[in-house]
């Protein structure tokens, strides 16, 4: 049962993955938490700082959490900053997951934007390691510049092991020799068999919708398009309110869902 009540975790392992992206090894000093589903996600907490939802990036040998965060405020900055044999606290897992096991048999398309690959590389490691019972593994992943990727050390591993991998920046630099574009315009080529694919779509709002549309114009149904939300998720457990998007707590009901309940929810950008 999911306590409120933060399990101790030691920093085992830091990797910088950008200029304001980490990824964190933590090993649980108290009980466990439940292990996580891919696309869930754990309230991270800095004590004396404050806590923040962090979707997580992996699941190590001995119960080991491996979560990415990007520095964004107050709590995310004392979080990049820990350094191996630091506490942290942990309490989740929450909301829901990708429901990688209903891809089975199929292809699974994953199509990501910066960070918003951190909470997809376990719907890519899980399909990877079970290869028989999936189609074909196809990642889409997209960034601002090349400095914003992600994960850069892992892309080349995921193709050898049987990955489509495909990469694209919005803007290069004088030392980037691969695709320069929008993510969403990888997409039409990479869908062969729309009604035998499912989709794994995570990034920036406004990303989400113009890649979940360009799949749906591909002919991959909006019921096989599942997106992860992002909203001001405080409690975890819905009850504070603060992550409500329409009918939905995104804590609870989210944040993954499919893009047939997410389209009518963002569709207008929030002011």
Known sequence: MTTMRP????????????????TLMLRPADP???????GQFTMLYSFGVGEIPVSVS???????LVQTIREVGAVSRALCAALP???????????TDWGVDGARGRDVLV????????????????????????????????????ADLPFTRELGTWAGRGADVRVTVDHGDPGWTGRVGLVTGLIRDAVTDPAATTAFVCGPEIMMRLSARALAEAGVPAADIRVSLER???????????????????CRDGPVVSYAEAAPLVAIKEL
């Open 7 to 22: 399990a101790r975790y030691v920093v085992t392992g830091r990797k910088q993955e950008t200029y304001d992206t980490v």
């Open 32 to 38: 466990p938490v439940t292990v996580p589903l891919p």
């Open 58 to 64: 992996g699941i190590g040998q001995d119960g080991v």
């Open 85 to 95: 044999g630091e506490v942290i606290g942990v309490r989740g897992p929450f909301g």
């Open 111 to 146: 199509v990501a934007g910066g960070i918003g690959l951190a909470p997809l590389r376990p719907v890519l490691l899980a399909a990877l390691a079970d290869p028989a019972r999936f189609g074909r593994v196809v990642l889409l992943a997209g960034a601002r510049s090349p």
């Open 232 to 250: 001001n998720m405080r409690c975890g457990v819905a009850r504070c309110g603060h992550c409500q998007l329409g009918p939905l707590l995104v």
